[in-house]
């Protein structure tokens, strides 16, 4: 069975950063795609940032420029780093694992 859990979540304000862990535990196929979708309030849960065991990566158009995602396969761990972050950045940040592991979330609040 697969566990993800994430981390960091939290309260700030505009302009500020966060930094979001999420590690991955049990048996899967270590080379898998990982990465970040979010939910706020009202909406659909949309991609934020995926990363391959390669180093491809992908953003929302909304993130790029201020996320960085990165993984360290060696601890099963991939981070979101997110800089800049704005008042519509608030949501449930949950963490993903190809082909279909989600973790229970964390909340990131950032006030304006």
């Known amino acids: 069975q697969v566990q993800l859990v994430e981390s960091g979540g939290g309260l700030v304000q505009a302009g500020g950063s966060l930094r979001l862990s999420c590690a991955a535990s049990?048996?899967?196929?270590?080379?898998?795609?990982m990465g970040w979708y979010r939910q706020a309030p009202g909406k659909q849960r949309e991609l934020v940032a995926v990363?391959?065991?390669?180093?491809?990566?992908d953003y929302a158009t909304s993130v790029k420029g201020r996320f960085t995602i990165s993984r360290d396969d060696a601890k099963n761990v991939v981070y979101l780093q997110m800089n800049s972050l704005k008042p519509e950045d608030t949501a449930v940040y949950y963490c993903?694992?190809?082909?279909?592991?989600w973790g229970k979330g964390t909340l990131v609040t950032v006030s304006s």
């Open positions: 993903y694992l190809r082909p279909n592991y």
């Open positions: 049990g048996t899967f196929f270590s080379l898998n795609l």
């Open positions: 990363m391959s065991s390669g180093g491809g990566t």
